[in-house]
């Protein structure tokens, strides 16, 4: 089964700066990579995805990279806001032909005003 | 509210009781999954439905654990005899589609103490 590991488990930023988060898998047919920011004592919410045909994808300030080669995602947030505050998970098939998700510890992400 | 719903929120049980919990998914999402969350770590999943179909179930679920999907729409999870290790947020998500993956939407959660 698919292993995800993920890092840092806390990082803390100043407002504006930008924040990386990587996390590795084991499982090289594995095809779907999303990450989750879940906010203290809410639900994990999906924030972007990415799939195994493309590098790269972009949602204003966020960016998820993958490299299949290396078999690692990153997640980037760039011109950080307090609001951005929370634990991010990323996540990939348990299984290939999986539906259930392998979630990472997760990263506490601090963004100092 | 036309998200995922959980019921009950909270509860508090003894140990060696069986709790039951629900899940009412998003109304046109076909695929429903279940997940544990303890404090510091990520979720964990626990099975999973297509329809009422139960099509994956994980290692960690016990014979202790159960969970129905009986006309494809809500789910129940039920744990017999609880533990104290049973103690955690017990997450639903649901998602559509029959190929492939899309989105998965939680809910709120249960948490769940065993005393």
């Known amino acids: 089964g698919e292993n995800v590991e993920q890092h840092p488990s806390t990082l803390s930023v100043q407002e504006g700066d930008s924040a990386v988060i990587k996390c590795t898998y084991s499982?090289?047919?594995?095809?779907?990579f999303p990450w989750y920011k879940q906010e203290l004592g809410k639900r994990p919410q999906l924030i972007i995805d990415?799939?195994?045909?493309?590098g790269e994808k972009k949602d204003q300030r966020i960016a998820v990279t993958l490299n299949k080669t290396a078999k690692h995602f990153s997640l980037h947030i760039t011109e950080t806001q307090p609001e951005d505050s929370a634990v991010y998970f990323c996540?990939?098939?348990?299984?290939?032909?999986?539906?259930?998700?392998?979630f990472g510890s997760g990263t506490r992400l601090q963004v100092q005003p | 509210d036309t998200g995922v719903s959980q019921d009950p929120r909270h509860k508090i049980t003894k140990r060696g009781q069986n709790v039951t919990f629900r899940c009412d998914p998003i109304?046109?999402?076909?695929?429903l999954y279940w997940y544990r969350q303890t404090l510091g770590q990520g979720p964990e999943f626990l099975t999973y439905f297509q329809n009422e179909a139960q099509l994956e179930k994980s290692r960690l679920l016990s014979d202790r654990f159960s969970a129905e999907r009986p006309k494809g729409s809500f789910s129940t999870l039920e744990i017999q005899r609880t533990e104290q290790g049973d103690s955690a947020m017990y997450l639903c998500?649901?998602?559509?589609?029959?190929?492939?993956?899309?989105?998965?939407?939680f809910g709120p959660g249960t948490r769940l103490t065993v005393l």
């Open positions: 109304s046109e999402h076909n695929r």
């Open positions: 996540a990939a098939p348990m299984d290939t032909g999986r539906r259930a998700l392998t």
């Open positions: 990415i799939r195994s045909n493309v």
């Open positions: 499982d090289s047919a594995s095809n779907y």
């Open positions: 998500a649901s998602s559509s589609g029959t190929s492939g993956y899309n989105e998965q939407f």
